[in-house]
């Protein structure tokens, strides 16, 4: 169906499953770009987001290997806010992003305010970039992704409850004399509109609480026309609408009934 004859979608509920959001842009490495640079980009955002954390280097998905220049190694460091909800993740290559969810601060942070907050760290990147005068970054991809965990004795007792939270799950057919099904995982990745939206669907155990979840991981990415702010603040809506519409097909309306 061609997006302009769909209605937005608008999901609003009192306890969603999320865990995490993510959004932002991956863009071509900047050229004169180097660590020293991370570290002078930090004082910009210290203010709001004192903390740091140095995290595994982020491969770009478009493409097929993480070229190695010891020259100007490639860092991704996360500037977190004092609550560590908040969090801007920068490498030369992207900035992202991240709402993630606390047992000290649970509250779920809607679209709406992580765009901002998305806009925010974008211009001050920007602004960076043209003090130092290095090039402004030339974006490839827009994502969003919201990571969701349904926790066993809550949304699912067993792996043969899937088919009640997932409509394209339909099980496996097993006599009960050899037993019963112990761990599914899908993935589906599909073509929307001008984007692409990966669905995934993993057992784990949540590190905060030792829970058993099923995490679902909803991601949308589109390229870009260009890389003007406008042009890329719109791409984010389209890839948060292409998620929340994914949200809506792959789960039923009974999961989604115990979440509002």
Same mark, same amino acid.
């Given at each position: 169906?061609?997006?302009?004859?769909?209605?937005?979608?608008?999901?609003?509920?009192?306890?969603?499953?999320?865990?995490?959001?993510?959004?932002?842009?991956?863009?071509?490495?900047?050229?004169?770009?180097?660590?020293?640079?991370?570290?002078?980009? /930090?004082?910009?955002?210290?203010?709001?987001?004192?903390?740091?954390?140095?995290?595994?280097?982020?491969?770009?998905?478009?493409?097929?290997?993480?070229?190695?220049?010891? @020259?100007?190694?490639?860092?991704?460091?996360? &500037?977190?806010?004092?609550?560590?909800?908040?969090?801007?993740?920068?490498?030369?290559?992207?900035?992202?992003? *991240?709402?993630?969810?606390?047992?000290?601060?649970?509250?779920?942070?809607?679209?709406?305010?992580?765009?901002?907050?998305?806009?925010?760290? /974008?211009?001050?990147?920007?602004?960076?970039?043209?003090?130092?005068?290095?090039?402004?970054?030339?974006?490839?991809?827009?994502?969003?992704?919201? &990571?969701?965990?349904?926790?066993?004795?809550?949304?699912?007792?067993?792996?043969?409850?899937?088919?009640?939270?997932?409509?394209?799950?339909?099980?496996?057919?097993?006599?009960?004399?050899?037993?019963?099904?112990?761990?599914?995982? &899908? @993935?589906?990745?599909?073509?929307?509109?001008?984007?692409?939206? @990966?669905?995934?669907?993993?057992?784990?155990?949540?590190? *905060?609480?030792?829970?058993?979840?099923?995490?679902?991981?909803?991601?949308?990415?589109?390229?870009?026309?260009?890389?003007? *702010?406008?042009?890329?603040?719109?791409?984010?809506?389209?890839?948060?609408? *292409?998620?929340?519409?994914?949200?809506?097909?792959?789960?039923?309306?009974?999961?989604?009934?115990? /979440?509002?």
């Amino acid at each position: 169906m061609p997006r302009e004859t769909q209605e937005p979608i608008s999901l609003r509920f009192n306890n969603p499953p999320v865990t995490e959001t993510s959004l932002g842009f991956y863009f071509q490495r900047i050229e004169g770009w180097h660590l020293l640079h991370q570290g002078l980009l /930090w004082e910009k955002f210290r203010t709001k987001y004192p903390q740091l954390e140095i995290l595994p280097t982020i491969l770009d998905p478009g493409s097929t290997r993480l070229q190695l220049d010891l @020259n100007a190694p490639v860092l991704r460091t996360g &500037f977190a806010d004092s609550t560590k909800t908040k969090l801007v993740q920068i490498q030369d290559g992207l900035l992202l992003h *991240n709402w993630r969810k606390t047992p000290e601060a649970p509250k779920y942070n809607r679209y709406e305010m992580v765009r901002d907050l998305l806009l925010e760290d /974008w211009s001050i990147f920007c602004g960076y970039l043209r003090s130092a005068s290095l090039k402004e970054p030339v974006v490839s991809r827009c994502e969003m992704s919201y &990571f969701n965990h349904l926790v066993r004795g809550e949304e699912w007792k067993d792996f043969s409850d899937l088919p009640e939270i997932f409509p394209t799950w339909r099980g496996v057919s097993q006599p009960k004399s050899s037993g019963t099904l112990q761990m599914a995982a &899908f @993935n589906v990745a599909y073509r929307v509109d001008r984007g692409v939206v @990966n669905v995934a669907v993993h057992p784990g155990i949540r590190s *905060n609480d030792g829970k058993e979840v099923i995490q679902l991981t909803l991601s949308s990415y589109i390229a870009p026309s260009n890389s003007d *702010n406008e042009t890329l603040f719109e791409t984010i809506d389209e890839c948060h609408e *292409n998620a929340a519409r994914a949200f809506v097909d792959f789960t039923t309306d009974k999961v989604r009934e115990r /979440w509002k």
